[in-house]
């Protein structure tokens, strides 16, 4: 009959293991988990920085204009104003269009659209001839400033996009208005 002996191996993974293999295989486990978050962190890249503006954006941005789907925007409303079932511009709104315009030129911007704005008062077709006709006049005030009136696209909107609550004589002011945009930059 043979007689077998345990024999101690450090490396070697049994049920009851010695207790120095043990605590090196805890050991040997935890640097494991807490390297492996480290080496993923070292793989992954971080997002790229977004490009840096370009000189027509800071002037964009400094007029007052943002970015949306189709270009930026600048809102004209409480500077360029119309009164009710009026056309005409104040000396201040040709003063404020005369500023943009200026800005836009001296950085190359000569292509723009400008959308005229009514309140809910009046017809659908009535309101949409008033915009038209709010969106000519920004148009020419532009172009004595050195736009190109064949740069300049003129649109109606109506009533359709108001920015305020046409319910009350300050809402339907705001939205008696002119939009300006610029699609590319």
């Known amino acids: 009959m043979t007689r077998r002996t345990a024999v101690f191996r ?7 293991p010695h207790p120095q ?3 090196s295989q805890r050991r040997t486990l935890l640097c494991a988990l807490l390297a492996a978050p480290l080496a993923l962190a070292a793989c992954s890249t971080p997002p790229p920085p977004p490009p840096p503006a370009t000189p027509k954006q800071d002037a964009l ?3 007052g204009f943002t970015p949306a789907d189709d270009g930026w925007h600048l809102d004209l409303g409480g500077r360029v ?10 000396p201040d709104a040709l003063a404020t269009i005369a500023r943009v315009a200026q800005v836009l030129l001296g950085v190359g911007i000569d292509r723009i659209t400008v959308e005229g704005h009514t309140d809910n008062q009046g ?3 009535y309101n949409r001839r008033l915009s038209e006709r709010r969106a000519e ?3 020419q005030a532009l172009v004595t400033q050195g736009f190109a009136m064949a ?3 003129r649109r109606g ?11 009350n004589d300050a809402g339907r002011l705001q939205n008696r208005r002119a939009v300006l945009i610029v699609s590319s930059v």
């Open 123 to 125: 017809g659908p077709d």
């Open 21 to 23: 293999a043990r605590h």
């Open 10 to 16: 450090p490396n070697e993974l049994s049920p009851h």
């Open 61 to 63: 941005r400094g007029l």
């Open 157 to 167: 909107r109506g009533s359709a996009r108001p920015i305020a609550d046409n319910n």
């Open 81 to 90: 104003v119309f009164a009710h079932d009026d056309a005409t511009l104040s």
């Open 137 to 139: 006049v920004v148009a």
């Open 151 to 153: 740069n300049i696209v």
